[in-house]
């Protein structure tokens, strides 16, 4: 079975930084791609970034030059270290992962379609 766990979460004031962290069971994502969402509170649930299995990175234009992803393979765990946080940011973060290798898609990677394991989620607030 596996399992997507985040954790890293919690409050922090306009301009800090949090490091999210998702640890996965279950099966090594070594060979496919991971990525990290958010939903706003009342709103869509919509793509932060993404990290396919060669490394290539995607990020929404919200976050890019403040968000970076990252993993560690000998740990099967995917990072997500957020810089210079707004209000705007707070949302519940998600962690996901894919159950198919494929070509990396600077389009595909980012749809949550791409994705078939996610994590519980886990509250970020950015206090103004």
């Known amino acids: 079975q596996v399992q997507l766990v985040e954790s890293g979460g919690g409050l922090v004031q306009t301009g800090g930084s949090l490091r999210l962290s998702c640890a996965a069971s279950?099966?090594?994502?070594?060979?496919?791609?991971m990525a990290w969402y958010r939903q706003p509170p009342g709103m869509e649930r919509e793509f932060v970034a993404a990290?396919?299995?060669?490394?290539?990175?995607y990020y929404a234009d919200s976050v890019k030059g403040r968000f970076t992803i990252s993993r560690d393979i000998s740990k099967n765990t995917a990072y997500l270290q957020m810089d210079s946080l707004r209000p705007e940011d707070t949302a519940v973060y998600y962690c996901?992962?894919?159950?198919?290798?494929?070509?990396?898609?600077?389009?595909?990677?980012?749809?949550?379609?791409?994705?078939?394991?996610w994590g519980q989620g886990i509250q970020v607030t950015v206090s103004s």
């Open positions: 279950g099966r090594t994502f070594s060979d496919y791609g």
């Open positions: 996901a992962g894919s159950g198919i290798r494929r070509p990396p898609s600077s389009w595909y990677d980012t749809q949550a379609a791409a994705y078939d394991y």
């Open positions: 990290i396919s299995w060669q490394d290539s990175t």
